[in-house]
């Protein structure tokens, strides 16, 4: 069955160091996202792709960085971590022409 | 820009009772509007959608009716049950498959 996977799904590290979050999807779909959920705030917009060697910022892009090398995968970069990073972290997908997006599993970052 | 509102939570409800939960928001165009619903340690999953004015989504006992007039899409279940415990996002999106912007979530807690 076609999914999308996240890993790792839980991460501790230190302020400063550079995390990257995988993201994994086995539908060849062309589009994906990275989210953020934080209390009170919902799910916010990091970065999304319309395809390989596309990527845009989202809402709160800033301390964060995405490369598309292949239809398949859409890795997240913390270049510096830092404590406010501290949150869960969503990758999701979708095709074209009215396919919702579907969701990771999520991974649970904590910045010390 | 667009945005979603939310009732606060949480909502505890006793078993077979009635669910509103609900949701405004505000476009500048004419989005398609989502329920996602997320149970306790799990990614997020689509419970419904609706993609026009007057469109009733339904699916699992819930409902939600793209009301334009209002700018309303609440949630409503006729007989809520303890599985249905989980936090519910309302969000929109310009199309389907595109990025979606969420609203902050409602947490449900059934008690039996």
């Known amino acids: 069955d076609a999914e999308i996977t996240q890993s790792p799904r839980h991460k501790i590290t230190e302020t400063g160091r550079q995390v990257t979050l995988a993201c994994h999807q086995t539908?060849?779909?062309?589009?994906m996202f990275w989210y953020r959920q934080d209390l009170g705030h919902g799910l916010r917009l990091i970065h999304y792709?319309?395809?390989?060697?596309?990527?845009n910022k989202g809402e709160v892009s800033d301390g964060y960085s995405v490369s598309r090398s292949n239809t398949e995968d859409l890795p997240l970069t913390l270049e510096s971590a830092a404590s406010s990073q501290t949150s869960v972290y969503f990758c999701?997908?979708?095709?074209?022409?009215?396919?919702?997006?579907?969701f990771g599993p999520g991974t649970r970052l904590l910045v010390l | 820009g667009d945005s979603v509102t939310q009732m606060e939570g949480p909502v505890t409800l006793s078993e077979e009772a009635f669910l509103t939960i609900n949701c405004t928001y505000t476009?500048?165009?004419?989005?398609?509007l989502f329920w996602y619903v997320q149970y306790p340690g799990e990614g997020l999953q689509l419970l419904l959608k609706?993609?026009?004015?007057?469109d009733k989504g339904s699916n699992k006992g819930f409902e939600a009716t793209y009301r334009k007039e209002t700018t309303s899409f609440h949630l409503e279940k006729g007989s809520v049950q303890v599985s249905d415990s989980a936090v519910y996002f309302c969000?929109?999106?310009?199309?389907?498959?595109?990025?979606?912007?969420f609203g902050p979530g409602t947490s449900l807690s059934v008690i039996p």
């Open positions: 969000a929109l999106s310009e199309n389907s498959y595109d990025k979606v912007i």
């Open positions: 999701a997908s979708s095709g074209t022409l009215q396919e919702t997006q579907y």
């Open positions: 792709s319309y395809g390989v060697h596309d990527t």
């Open positions: 476009a500048t165009g004419y989005p398609s």
């Open positions: 539908w060849n779909h062309n589009n």
């Open positions: 609706a993609t026009k004015a007057d």
